[in-house]
């Protein structure tokens, strides 16, 4: 029988642009296809370090398996280190739709005065935005505006720090230092916490959440009730970017 081919892990080169070395990731991203098959086929820890979620990113390569956001999130991580001028940082979604919610991650990026992201999800345009974005509150937005068009209303957002570019460093990635309960917030509200946030990043004042006690996280419109029991990991897998 015949082995299907792999498709080749881009290489940067010095003639490409950092748009066109982004488009060589997300293509390599779709060429490894959405996984639909309901098994996750590599597991991703959010809590572990970057080093062992940049082996996990190896092994990816590798396998050349289909993957879901969550993998994406960390290869494209994986893909773009060592490029200093790009800073990734992960983007979540909650949303609601027919009385149930999803939950969905993208890789935010910022280069050169501009956001875009890498991702995958089953919608095309849930997944990859171009570089070109003048503001985070813009990409957030159009993420919004493009959630709408499946009938699912946006419940929360949250956006991490940028990701160190050191592929052997120790420390997890931070996931949600900025968390948004944007359902009940009007988009002036959002833009303005937004564009701090955004400005607080470039400026690279932000610590981890950890670092900041007793509140865990910056929130806003956020209840301080006690946290709903954690959903099994089947369940949680099989909600995961229904989007």
């Not at 082996?55 to 893909?79: F, H, Q």
């Not at 983007?91 to 739709?97: A, E, G, M, N, V």
């Not at 493009?146 to 160190?164: E, N």
Request: glycine share 4%; charged share 25%; hydrophobic share 30%.
């Amino acid at each position: 029988c015949v082995q299907p081919s792999m498709p080749p892990v881009p290489n940067y080169k010095l003639s490409m642009s950092i748009p066109e070395w982004l488009q060589a990731i997300q293509t390599y991203m779709k060429m490894l296809q959405y996984n639909h098959t309901g098994t996750q086929f590599f597991e991703i820890r959010k809590t572990r370090p970057l080093s062992g979620l940049m082996e996990t990113a190896k092994e990816m390569t590798r396998e050349s398996l289909p993957i879901k956001c969550l993998e994406a999130v960390i290869l494209g991580i994986y893909l773009t280190n060592g490029q200093p001028s790009v800073e990734r940082f992960p983007i979540s979604f909650k949303t609601h739709f027919s009385g149930n919610y999803f939950h969905h991650v993208v890789l935010g990026i910022y280069c050169n005065g501009r956001y875009g992201s890498l991702g995958m999800s089953r919608r095309s345009d849930l997944m990859d935005k171009p570089l070109t974005y003048r503001t985070l509150s813009d990409l957030i937005f159009e993420f919004e505006d493009s959630y709408k068009k499946y009938l699912h209303s946006v419940k929360k957002v949250k956006i991490g720090l940028y990701v160190p570019h050191e592929p052997h460093s120790f420390q997890p990635i931070e996931w949600k230092q900025l968390v948004l309960n944007v359902s009940k917030m009007m988009r002036t509200e959002v833009r303005k916490e937004l564009e701090k946030f955004a400005r607080d990043m470039r400026m690279k004042i932000l610590k981890p959440s950890s670092a900041h006690s007793p509140m865990k996280e910056r929130s806003r419109g956020k209840s301080l009730s006690p946290r709903r029991r954690q959903a099994s990991p089947q369940r949680r897998a099989c909600r995961r970017d229904k989007s």
